[in-house]
């Protein structure tokens, strides 16, 4: 019932929006009618002073012209969001040369008003004042309510007084009246202008700390995970390197010396590692790619594995390497870190065949080929998992081949020259 409802209330929202645009529309259609009428009926009583409202006299050619184009840009109001620059120019410049109000001008201006940017509402806006004045100014010469709307709305037209010369009003009424009327309309864009423009500033504002409150909780969960890390895998490295130095200060000749050295050496590198990625952790603005060695440095990690016991036959030839993407170098260190640990994991005993090549026209290819027992199926695991997503994240194929007892893993990945 309550995802059902979602939708449901999302309708009503909808139609409520919908009615209440259309109730507008209808209202802005309704008082246009009104006042069009008033302006053609004002207009023909000066030009037939004398004459009362009710007289048979045939409408003429302007008047009719002047009614047919105040009812287009009365339904052209149903755009008055979308094209509400060229309405209030076209309404203005119509109802200051036609006997036409200005009503499509100060509705199609609040808009203008409401949506443009300063440099085109203020220009626009004046047009329409300037021309709610002429209108006005226009109307205001009738010298009685049949010829003036204005003065028809102060006096009523079915009395006497209605046809009664009042004579011609001063300068400052139709200016007053034009720039009150201006004032109204216009003021209510920009209001409105103003009201969109706050709840869009609360709305980037609830943005912005909800996406610092993400951050803050991504740190904090770091900041959780980095002394975790700390507490447990730093503690056991140094247990590792107590031993293992314990074990070389007993028996510092032999192969059982040379060990506990190399066990000691790894486990402080090893611990150095981590301090950086505990300070990377700890500092989201650290980039961790900062820490992680490139292709230059697979010889360094072969001569690693050697001094460890690990027989390895390696080729390594490497042309443009420093042009090398950062992203790519790094990623076949790793891959080829990995190889090396599948092969020291699951053939101590064996040697490893290891091809690395770097040539910008045909990429870069690595291939390590070491001994499986006899009859053992080969299951990949996290590892070459881990190995294949960073590969095919680049665009690279890797490829996992057993041949007889012999499994080989062949990486190509793309050149990428650096950016």
Known sequence: MTVAAAPDRRARAWWSASARSAAALAGWWLLGILTLAMA???????????????????????????????????????????????????????????????????????????????????????????????????????????????????????????????????????LTIGLVVSAIFLGAGAVRRVLERSAGEVTHQRAVAADLGDRLAAQDERERIAREVHDVIGHRLSVVSLHAAALEAHAPDGELGRSASLVREAAGRTAEDLRSLVSVLRDGTSDITSQVPGIADV???????VAHGMTVVATISLHDGDHLDVQTSQTSYRVVQE??????????????????????????????????????????????????????????????LVEEDVLRVVVHLPWRWQS
């Open 299 to 305: 010889e360094g990690l072969v001569d690693d594995a």
């Open 40 to 174: 053609l009926l004002t207009t023909d009583a000066r030009r037939a002073p004398g004459l009362p409202t009710t007289h048979d006299t045939p409408a003429t050619p302007l008047g009719m012209l002047s009614f047919f184009v105040g009812l287009a840009l009365l339904v052209l109001l149903v755009w008055r969001g979308r094209r509400a620059l060229p309405l209030a120019v076209g309404g203005s410049l119509f109802a200051a040369i036609a006997p036409f109000d200005p009503l499509v001008a100060l509705v199609a201006g609040l808009h203008v008003v409401r949506r443009q940017r300063t440099a085109v509402a203020v220009p626009v806006a004046a047009l329409v004042t300037v021309c709610t004045v002429v209108v006005t100014w226009r109307d205001l010469r009738g010298r009685n309510s049949y010829e003036s709307a204005w003065r028809g709305l102060v006096v009523d037209t079915t009395t006497a007084e209605a046809a009664v010369d009042r004579g011609a009003a001063p300068w400052w009424v139709p």
């Open 339 to 400: 190889m090396l640990t599948n092969a020291r994991r699951h053939a101590p005993t064996h040697g490893v065949r290891l091809v690395v090549r770097a040539r910008s026209a045909d990429g870069v290819l690595l291939e390590a080929a070491n001994h499986v027992p006899q009859g053992r199926e080969v299951h990949p695991g996290a590892g070459l998992a881990g190995m294949r997503e960073r590969v095919e994240l680049l665009g690279g194929e890797l490829r996992l």
